[in-house]
């Protein structure tokens, strides 16, 4: 497994709309296999030809949850537009960093909270909220505001780490899934289908890029990979864990944007029993993906999403594991070569 590829696409920086250094390592590796192109929205669309079958999309985003500058004090501090679904209580004493027009700088993303040792009891029961945050980039406000505009990308300032079995960073969501897709076009033998792969845009923020692209390419198959929740962890009742690490790939059956198509259900569960991928069945509560925004066009796509159980979802601590990540890889590497059998209409 190609790790650094996966270490360089997660400790990349991009929120929804500012993907571009997602789409460079796209292009790059895929550029030797693929005809690329990217639309007006930013899609990276990589075309990997086939013999006339049926027109497959599959899409995984390049964006990741962020911020940018909404506001600069009187004393230098910036104030953040969060860029994508945020807890406020997993923001807490963080580093960052604010994408400037030419430099990375680097702060600390903290609440407007008196220390400890000055809080009542009351006051030690209080949660922040989003507003209450701000970053100190360590100049005066003059520095500050020369330095930095408003609208500026803010992203979180962790990398990439082995965590025993499993693979930690930020952006997990979804560039795990774009290193699978990417791994999934090298790993597919001859297919039919006329494949393209999309590193779509702005999906945290509403899966705009895959609505777009999906609108222009009128695909006749859609997969979109993603991660899930894997909640295996303590505090979490069994009945809501979703997933679980290192229990295979997830193939979905609904969440809160589509009802997976129920054959294509059965094809993804057929190909894995077939092949021995170990697999686990995900019914999400909540939550959505590119899917969501591609199924209904058209007069409707057969559409569905696989997923990558993902612990600590939207958080700096995304974790996943290493033998999910090739699951998942081989079932959607196995699908490519056979999506042409798939049989998804009704009479």
């Given at each position: 497994m190609n790790i650094d590829l996966l270490k360089r696409l997660t400790e990349a920086h991009g929120i929804p709309s500012r993907e571009d250094a997602i789409r460079e390592i796209v292009k790059e590796e895929l550029g030797d296999l693929c005809k690329i192109s990217c639309d007006r929205i930013g899609n990276t669309i990589c075309y990997k030809k086939g013999e006339g079958g049926p027109k497959l999309m599959i899409a995984a985003h390049m964006d990741e949850i962020g911020f940018i500058v909404k506001?600069?004090?009187?004393?230098?501090?910036?104030?953040?537009?969060?860029?994508?679904?945020?807890?406020?209580?997993?923001?807490a004493?963080?580093?960052?960093?604010?994408?400037?027009?030419?430099e990375?700088?680097?702060?600390t993303l903290m609440a407007s909270k008196k220390p400890k040792h000055m809080l009542s009891d009351a006051e030690l029961k209080s949660s922040p909220s989003l507003d209450d945050y701000f970053v100190d980039l360590g100049f005066d406000a003059e520095t500050v505001k020369q330095r930095v505009r408003i609208g500026d990308m803010v992203t979180m300032n962790r990398g990439f780490q082995h965590t025993g079995?499993?693979?930690?960073?930020?952006?997990?969501?979804?560039?795990s899934l774009v290193f699978v897709m990417i791994e999934a076009l090298r790993a597919a033998k001859s297919h039919k289908a006329e494949v393209y792969a999309v590193a779509t845009v702005q999906e945290e923020v509403g899966l705009r890029g895959a609505r777009a692209c999906g609108e222009a390419l009128r695909p006749d198959i859609m997969i979109a990979l993603d991660v899930t929740l894997a909640n295996d962890f303590p505090g979490i009742p069994e009945q809501d864990q979703v997933t679980?690490?290192?229990?295979?790939?997830?193939?979905?059956?609904?969440?809160?944007?589509?009802?997976?198509?129920?054959?294509?259900?059965?094809?993804?569960?057929?190909?894995?029993?077939r092949h021995g991928i170990k697999y686990q069945m995900e019914v999400l509560p909540a939550g959505?993906?590119?899917?969501?925004?591609?199924?209904?066009?058209?007069?409707?796509?057969?559409?569905?999403?696989?997923?990558?159980?993902?612990?600590?979802?939207?958080?700096?601590?995304?974790?996943?594991?290493?033998?999910?990540?090739?699951a998942t890889i081989d079932l959607v590497a196995r699908y490519i070569e056979e999506a042409h059998e798939g049989q998804y209409g009704y009479a």
């Open positions: 506001f600069i004090d009187g004393s230098g501090f910036l104030r953040l537009q969060p860029m994508g679904g945020w807890d406020p209580a997993q923001m004493s963080q580093r960052v960093l604010v994408h400037t027009r030419d990375a700088l680097a702060g079995e499993n693979f930690t960073c930020k952006a997990m969501d979804d560039r679980r690490l290192g229990e295979g790939v997830a193939i979905k059956i609904r969440d809160n944007s589509l009802i997976c198509h129920p054959k294509l259900v059965e094809h993804f569960r057929e190909i894995a029993e959505g993906t590119d899917a969501g925004a591609v199924h209904t066009i058209e007069g409707g796509v057969p559409s569905i999403t696989i997923s990558l159980p993902c612990r600590y979802v939207h958080t700096v601590n995304e974790t996943v594991n290493a033998k999910d990540l090739q």
